[in-house]
């Protein structure tokens, strides 16, 4: 039996997702997984390995991150739960967690992931809630960018958009959906310049939605910060097609910051038991 576990974190003060070794003066890495398996590993006593779905990267943040593992007791999903809401830091929390009857395969069995890139361009940063964010501070043209993400969807070639160090046997990947949302901005200043209205700035707010199958190291951030270009006026927005048809990573847009980027949802779709 495994229980899974919906997880939600700030990504701006961990070093990614996956448990790593300490540093070589024995300093250790804060990461999502490692703050995990310690709240789990004190709550039953011994130690606890967690199966994530997603390994996202340092300054990647998540809302539906998930992941499983093979319960040492018998403490229920809802107990556990509860538990770990007083043994985790402020910046990660459990949302969900029910069972399931035989072994979760989390990063293989699940059904696709939505992912979210933020893009603020108005010339004021937002100091409350823009850690999950890009501050570019420049207009962008969604219209193109549209024109340009609708290339993105369908089963292709994706060598262009991985990293070098991306180490999957394949680049061949599927594209669901790619959204552009928002209002180009940046906002100019008000006619009456002592007049304020605070919900004015979410609309300088662009998003790119992403969904798929599965991804390569650094996709969706390359994705993004291509699009970005064609955005700018720095390309053209039939450069996606000739991109996914060369493969040249070189020839791709840079990859976007971390911090804008968010894991939205690992989709589940075996049955479940919640308790």
């Given amino acids: 039996m495994s229980i899974l576990l919906r997880i939600a974190y700030d990504g701006t003060e961990f070093s990614g997702w996956a448990r790593q070794k300490p540093r070589r003066d024995g300093t250790p890495i804060r990461t999502v997984q490692g703050e995990l398996e310690s709240a789990l590993s004190g709550l039953y006593r011994e130690p606890v390995e967690l199966r994530g779905a997603s390994r996202t990267d340092a300054g990647v943040h998540a809302l539906g991150q998930l992941a499983a593992f093979e319960p040492p007791g018998t403490i229920p999903p809802r107990g556990v739960m509860q538990a770990l809401a007083g043994r985790l830091p402020r910046d990660v929390t459990v949302v969900a967690a029910w069972e399931q009857q035989d072994h979760a395969n ?16 108005s010339r004021a940063r937002d100091p409350i809630g823009g850690r999950d964010e ?10 193109r960018m549209r024109a340009a993400a609708a290339a993105f969807v ?3 070639d994706y060598a262009a958009f991985r990293t070098a160090q991306c180490q999957a046997r394949t680049s061949t990947r599927t594209v669901t959906r790619v959204h552009v949302t928002g209002v180009a901005g940046p906002l100019g200043p008000p006619e009456d310049a002592g007049r304020f209205d605070a919900g004015s700035e979410d609309q300088a707010l ?6 798929g199958h599965a991804f390569l190291h650094n996709m969706v951030r390359i994705m993004a910060g291509t699009l970005v270009e064609v955005g700018l006026g720095r ?7 000739a991109l996914l048809r060369r493969g040249e990573r070189q020839e791709a847009g840079p990859t976007a910051p971390a911090c804008g980027l968010t894991l ?6 075996r049955p479940s038991v919640s308790v």
Avoid: C, F
């Avoid at 890009?134 to 219209?143: K, M, T, V, Y």
């Avoid at 939205?264 to 779709?269: D, G, I, K, N, P």
């Fill in 106 to 121: 989390v990063r293989g069995g699940n059904g696709g992931k939505r992912y979210r890139y933020r893009i603020r361009t």
């Fill in 134 to 143: 890009w501050h570019l501070g420049r207009r962008l043209d969604l219209a």
């Fill in 154 to 156: 369908g089963t292709h």
């Fill in 206 to 211: 662009v998003t790119v939605d992403v969904e």
């Fill in 235 to 241: 390309r053209e927005p039939d450069v996606i097609e």
């Fill in 264 to 269: 939205l949802e690992v989709r589940w779709l």
